[in-house]
């Protein structure tokens, strides 16, 4: 599953460059991808420490996927 994070503070990556990407897998009825905004973050995602949130996502992720246990 793809999953896409974004900090609302990130200024190399651009909201409305990300909107468009998600209203094309709607398009494409891409259905198996996960999106979640972390205000006031920035592209490192260290903000109320969200990294952690963000590696603790990707490793159960990981874990699942090794494991052959796909959800």
């Known amino acids: 599953m793809l999953k896409i994070f974004y900090g609302s503070e990130d200024d ?19 259905e198996n991808f996960e999106f979640m905004i972390f205000p006031y973050s920035n592209h490192a ?14 490793l159960n992720s990981l874990k699942k996927s090794f494991n052959c246990e796909f959800v």
């Open 12 to 30: 190399n990556v651009y909201l409305q460059h990300l909107l468009q990407l998600i209203d094309g897998f709607i398009l494409w009825e891409i």
């Open 45 to 58: 995602m260290n903000y109320h420490n969200d990294n952690k949130i963000v590696f603790d996502r990707i």
